[in-house]
Nanobody
Framework: QPQVHESGGGLVQAGGSLKLSCTANGLILDDFVMGWFRQTQGKEREGILCINWNGGRTYYGDSASGRFTVSRDNTNNTVYLQMNNLKPEDTAMYYC?????????????????????WGQGTQVTVAS
């Protein structure tokens, strides 16, 4: 059973940085998509970015805001989310996602329902 597990959240002052990581296990295919969503209480989940593992095509959602970037470790099937110049409005639960359908990351970050596997989430809190 495929799984993703994220880590790296915490409390940071506004203007600071955090780097989240997510590792995928139990992969059933070599070609897959990983990505990041976030959710604030009472709001819908919003896509931050997605990456097609084979080829590395990456697409960013509006919430990435030019301050978030992605990197990866191919050997360990791990994707990282580097978040810089954090703002209080970035406070949210951040989720790592995984799917095996390329349509989930095709010229844009697919909607949440396109992603089958979700991590438990890691909380990011930005203090003003």
């Amino acid at each position: 059973q495929p799984q993703v597990h994220e880590s790296g959240g915490g409390l940071v002052q506004a203007g600071g940085s955090l780097k989240l990581s997510c590792t995928a296990n139990g992969l059933i295919l070599d070609d897959f998509v990983m990505g990041w969503f976030r959710q604030t209480q009472g709001k819908e989940r919003e896509g931050i970015l997605c990456i097609n593992w084979n080829g590395g095509r990456t697409y960013y959602g509006d919430s990435a805001s030019g301050r978030f970037t992605v990197s990866r470790d191919n050997t360990n099937n791990t994707v990282y989310l580097q978040m810089n110049n954090l703002k209080p409005e970035d406070t949210a639960m951040y989720y790592c996602v995984l799917d095996f359908h390329p349509g989930s990351c095709d010229r844009r970050v697919g909607p949440p329902e396109y992603f089958t596997y979700w991590g438990q989430g890691t909380q990011v809190t930005v203090a003003s």
